[in-house]
Structure formats: C-alpha cells, structure tokens
C-alpha cells in the first residue's frame, strides 16, 4: 500500500491556514517528499508520521516557496535519530541551492547524496520508488514528477514444476534472480506470470500545460496538478507567470485517463472558502480541491 499526504495546498506564501504545497509519499514504511517550502515539517508534525525515515527529497524547482523549508527539516530528521544517508533530487542548480541552505545546519548526523539532474526526461530508482522526471515550462528550470511502486510477478509454482525448476530456487526466482547451477539457468520467467500493474501518483506544479504531460502522467492513479487558479477567466495571468489553471489541470487529467485529480498550489487570492471545483467536475467529474494533510492510500488491484 501506498499512503499520499499533501502536506499543504499554498502557493507564493504560506497563510495561517494553507502550507505551502510540498507532498509525502510513505511506501513499507519508508518515505519520499516531494518539494520543502517554508512550515512543510511543521505541517509535518501535525500530521504525525515521523521524520526519521524520509530517504529521498525531490525538488520540482527552486523558487523559495519551495525550498527555503529544507534546513529546518534536516536538523529535525537528525534529530529524530536518522543516521542514514539521505537523497536530494533535482534539477540543475541543485548543489548550489542546497549548500547554500545548509549554511545553517552543517553538522548533520547523515549524508546527503545530492543528484543534480540533467534538464531532460529520465527515470532514477532508489529503493522501492522509480521517480520519473519529466521538464516542464516554468520561468526557471523546473520537472515535473511521477512516483511508482512497482508490483513483482504473480509466482505460479505450476508453472515452476512444468519447467522443472527445484523448490529451494523458488523464493529466489520469485525476487526476480537468476541462477545457474552446474550449467542449468534457472529465470524469473520459468516461475512467474506476466507482470501486474503497480502504482503511480503525479505531481505537476507552477508550469503550464503541454502535451508531453498528458503522456507523462497517463493512467495515474492520482495525479496532484497545479490549481494556482480555478477557472478561464484567470488565463492570461497564469500564462504570464507560466503556472497553470485547475481547468487545465482537469483537461490533462480527462486526456491522460488518470483516476482522480487533486488540485493544490492555490494562489494565496484565493481563500479557502472559495475554492469551488464544482465547474471543474464538468470537466473531469473526479477533482478534488486539495486541503492540508489530506491523505489517501492507494493499494494494488487484485489482477
């Protein structure tokens, strides 16, 4: 099972009710952040997860809204007892922004591994996350995000016996390991079924829409996209700044299939009370307006 929080909904600045966007995903126990404005651990302790077991932190660009948070939460992941190395990502310009942040917190407990990245699509595993990164148009490089937990092979120990493969080998195989023994391979293939959908969530803030993400973000099981404003007549303003409006947002998501839809990165114009989706429903019926600490667990289908 996959459990999604996003943590807040604001962009630009955090108000006294609405965090700046930042989102955390916690898969077997572990977890992956995805941006780390100003408050993100202080919406984090509201919502009681824990900090010790963050492993990877994505940054989608380097505004301060999205990254002036990081220092504070490091010092509080050391001081939750974290003693391993921890992973950064981003785009190019990563090693700069985070040295000069950790200015203020150079004696941390752990390592950080920072993996600056090429502005180009492109996928990195670590652990039991696949992080495919795709660039998107804001006015400083920025990627967009999907995050998947892959799901191994049914095991068919029929199968296994019709390939005469031995019982001490299956757990083995099963992992996805080939062996060989005096001579005889022994694949993955020769025990498993074919390989079964996983889970994927996407993430896509301050850009504008273009068709390479509705491919990016096709089948999704959630796909969390920029709402900076809700509806048309905010068009020009948006595309000036290039940031995107919850209709389009709702277009992608109708043209990628994707099951639901939460909007975030709300434009600090916008008060909570007036956060309508209900004219975006007519787009795509499954928008959700985003809210802090809103959660979901999403787990594997049966096939």
């Known amino acids: 099972m996959l459990d999604i929080c996003l943590l807040g909904t604001g962009g ?23 941006d780390c404005g100003e ?26 809204d999205h990254v002036t948070g990081l220092p504070g939460l490091l010092l509080t992941i050391g001081n939750a007892g974290r003693r391993e190395p921890l992973t950064i990502i981003g785009p190019p310009g990563l090693k700069k922004v985070v040295e000069g942040l950790t ?38 490089k920025c990627f967009a995000y999907t995050i ?18 031995p ?5 083995t195989l099963q992992k996805g390991e080939t062996i060989i023994e005096n001579g005889t391979t022994y694949t993955p293939e020769m025990a498993l079924g074919t ?29 969390i996209g920029e709402g900076m404003y809700i509806q048309d007549e905010y068009l020009d303003q948006v ?20 099951k639901e839809l939460w ?13 309508n989706v209900e004219g975006i429903k007519e787009i795509f019926d499954n928008t959700v307006a985003g809210y802090d600490r809103m959660t979901t667990t999403l787990d594997f289908s049966e096939a």
Request: hydrophobic share 40%; proline share 5%.
């Open 39 to 64: 408050g993100t651990q202080v919406t984090m302790r509201m919502l009681g997860w824990g900090y010790k077991t963050i492993d990877i932190i994505c940054f989608t660009h380097y505004h301060g």
């Open 148 to 165: 998947e937990n892959k799901r191994n092979p049914k095991f068919i120990a029929e199968k296994a016996k019709e390939n005469n493969v």
């Open 167 to 171: 019982q001490k080998y299956w757990k």
């Open 12 to 34: 630009m600045l955090p108000l006294p009710d609405r965090y700046l966007t930042a989102l955390l995903a916690r898969y077997n126990g572990r977890k992956l952040l995805i």
């Open 195 to 223: 390989q079964r959908k996983g889970l994927k969530i996407a993430y896509c803030t301050d850009c504008r829409p273009i068709k390479e993400l509705e491919t990016f973000i096709k089948d999704a099981d959630l796909f």
């Open 263 to 275: 909007l975030t990165h709300f434009s600090p114009a916008l008060p909570n009370a007036y956060i």
């Open 103 to 140: 200015v203020v917190c150079r004696d941390l407990a752990f390592e950080l591994i920072l993996v600056e990245l090429p502005y180009e699509e492109q996928t990195v595993q670590i652990g039991e996350f696949w992080i495919n990164v795709l660039p998107v148009p804001h006015n400083v």
């Open 239 to 258: 595309k000036k700044h290039k940031h995107m409006l919850g209709s389009e947002a709702a277009r992608l998501a109708k043209a990628a299939g994707v």
